[in-house]
């Protein structure tokens, strides 16, 4: 079974920290890259990051790059998205998505991608 489980969201204060984590099973993780997606009430689902099948390129949207950091463990079937210095508009629901191919662009839209997980949420306030 094709299976992608996001988990690591939670509350947290502004300027605080989360790492998220991305597990899958079901194909061939290190053929894909993984973006990371977010989408909070109201918003169309915006690009957050992507990592390439590798883990040695990533892509970061503007409004969390220098805070936001990709990396993965093929070994393991993860990739963890670390969320530092976060902002009250960094709440939404999180998910990490599989695209067939080795790089990827952030830019690139939700179509583009073929396993979902279900999302984790983060919540940034005081």
């Known amino acids: 079974q094709l299976q992608l489980v996001e988990s690591g969201g939670g509350l947290v204060q502004p300027g605080g920290s989360l790492r998220l984590s991305c597990a899958g099973s079901?194909?061939?993780?290190?053929?894909?890259?993984i973006g990371w997606f977010r989408q909070a009430p109201g918003k169309e689902r915006e690009g957050v990051s992507c990592i390439s099948n590798s883990g040695r390129s990533t892509d970061y949207a503007d409004s969390v790059k220098g805070r936001f950091t990709a990396s993965r463990d093929n070994a393991k079937n993860t990739v963890y998205l670390q969320m530092n210095s976060l902002k009250p508009e960094d709440t939404a629901v999180y998910y990490c998505a599989a695209q067939a191919s080795f790089y990827c662009s952030v830019d690139k839209g939700p179509s583009s991608y073929d396993y979902w997980g279900q999302g984790t949420q983060v919540t940034v306030s005081s």
């Open positions: 079901g194909f061939t993780w290190d053929n894909y890259a």
